[in-house]
């Protein structure tokens, strides 16, 4: 494709996770780019909570995806180093639940020789312990025997983390074995303090905070952007190349665009609580249930200081009776219910939110019987989240293309944001401008594709002071910010 001018423009339309992601590899490798949000700063969106390294939460996703959400993560480990919170995660299955651990056991160990084939091409992929740790099983005597002990100040084996839930859960609510896998969590706050951290260091990466996306047209070569900012301003933009990095409204820029796309939106919510008597380091904890019943799976994910994010998918938690929501052939932007839409607009009223809340504290409690005693912290986690085609059990996703210049970021987990990102570089042919010579260009190498100063250069403590900032600004708690 040829261009207007010798070095092409990226525009980025949304900064979520996908498209602060993007703009971050752009800005990176020497492209000039545009990144255009209509918030009021950077990866604003969904409850992240969890790195998704083997997909070991949806028993219902099929092994391939299991392996690509492994590497994925294992990629956006090496890309954002300081925002893991590095514990391993349980999986237990109730007794009233019609499935088995051990159903699991032979998918864990695909995952888990996929993981070494992955340490074996590259040693720097061991990011998440030891391949031969990947998982591992505990029986009820194992759990029995570890409830007599006293858990240490840091954790060091996964022996250690497992007491608290040794001691704590009823043990007798469960079936055996109980999988302690090495999934981490993930702070999307970390994540956002990255992002801005990252981009504040590179001029050729031009932000647009407050400023909503008005109409986009094709042009002979490359797009016209039209934007209004929260002042009110036009801004009329150029591009050569037009990222569609908008998470759930995906849609809305596919119908300014004129290419029409399948997908399902889904509004979730999470909620945040504090265990005021916990004074121990808990792993994460998913307790398998079915989807969208009163037993729908329970997760409860430790911060520090007692706080704990919850979900619960059941219909009055965290899913919405009425929040999966299609395309049609009108529009390839599926329509959220007035009162859905409302909440990702406005927030929420301070009635439902405690309602839903205690009502998640209830849903844990089942398995914890000390967790009743958990209290209300702060509003929801909520947002939406986009699924390209109509599979809703669909987790791997990161990138499409139509031509030659328009590429629609569809990440459904966050940790696929990095492939999307490498795969828009790798189809469009980017050229490094290097700093000793901008007019100098080569073709991007493999290598060169991992290589980013910048990010990997940033320190934990700054990560997290700007994190605790973000986190505040908001308004949640900055236990979520903190590394736990």
């Given at each position: ?388 085609g109509d599979n809703v059990t669909l ?10 210049d328009y590429a629609r970021m569809e ?74």
């Amino acid at each position: 494709m040829s261009h207007t001018t010798a070095k092409p423009v990226y525009a980025v339309i949304g900064a979520g996770i996908a498209g602060a992601t993007a703009a971050m590899h752009l800005a990176e490798h020497g492209a000039d780019v545009l990144l255009i949000e209509k918030g009021p700063s950077l990866v604003n969106g969904p409850p992240i909570c969890h790195l998704h390294a083997g997909g070991n939460l949806y028993r219902e996703i099929p092994e391939d995806q299991c392996k690509e959400l492994l590497k994925q993560s294992i990629d956006t480990v090496r890309y954002f180093p300081h925002t893991l919170n590095v514990r391993p995660t349980i999986i237990a299955v109730p007794k009233d639940d019609s499935g088995s651990a051990e159903s699991l056991i032979n998918r864990l160990d695909s995952v888990s020789n996929y993981y070494q084939e992955l340490v074996d091409i590259d040693p720097k992929n061991k990011v998440l312990g030891e391949p031969e740790d990947y998982y591992q099983l505990y029986t009820k005597s194992d759990l029995t025997r570890l409830a007599k002990s006293t858990q240490p100040l840091i954790p060091m084996t996964t022996d250690d983390w497992v007491i608290p839930f040794a001691q704590h859960v009823d043990l007798d609510n469960l079936k055996f074995p109980v999988i302690v896998v090495q999934e981490y969590g993930w702070s999307l706050f970390r994540v956002a303090a990255s992002a801005a951290l990252t981009l504040e260091r590179y001029p050729n990466c031009q932000i647009h905070l407050n400023t909503e996306l008005k109409k986009v047209s094709k042009q002979e070569q490359g797009w016209h952007i039209q934007c209004t900012n929260v002042d009110g301003e036009q801004l009329s933009l150029n591009a050569d190349y037009l990222i569609n990095a908008c998470g759930y409204e995906t849609g809305v820029i596919d119908d300014l665009a004129d290419y029409p796309r399948e997908r399902l939106v889904e509004f979730k919510a999470a909620y945040v609580t504090q265990w005021p008597s916990c004074q121990q380091k808990w792993p994460e904890v998913i307790f398998h249930g079915v989807r969208g019943t009163k037993n729908g799976m329970a997760q409860l994910t430790p911060y520090p200081n007692g706080v704990f994010q919850l979900h619960g998918m059941t219909e009055d938690i965290t899913l919405f009776n009425d929040g999966l929501v299609t395309s049609s052939v009108y529009s390839s932007q599926p329509m959220l219910p007035v009162r859905l839409k409302a909440k990702m607009d406005s927030g929420w009223t301070e009635r439902v939110a405690e309602e839903r809340t205690d009502k998640a504290i209830r849903h844990l409690s089942r398995f914890i019987p000390e967790y009743s005693t958990a209290e209300r912290l702060g509003k929801p986690l909520y947002g939406a989240q986009q699924i390209p085609g109509d599979n809703v059990t669909l987790r791997a996703a990161d990138v499409s293309f139509v031509g030659e210049d328009y590429a629609r970021m569809e990440v459904v987990k966050g940790s696929s944001a990095v492939e999307a990102a490498k795969k828009i570089i790798e189809r469009w042919g980017l050229r490094v401008a290097h700093q000793h010579d901008v007019h100098q260009h080569d073709y991007l190498s493999n290598d060169q594709l991992t290589q980013h100063e910048v990010t990997v250069s940033l320190n934990a403590e700054q990560v997290e002071n700007r994190a605790v900032e973000l986190a505040i600004q908001r308004n949640y708690p900055p236990e979520l910010a903190k590394v736990f």
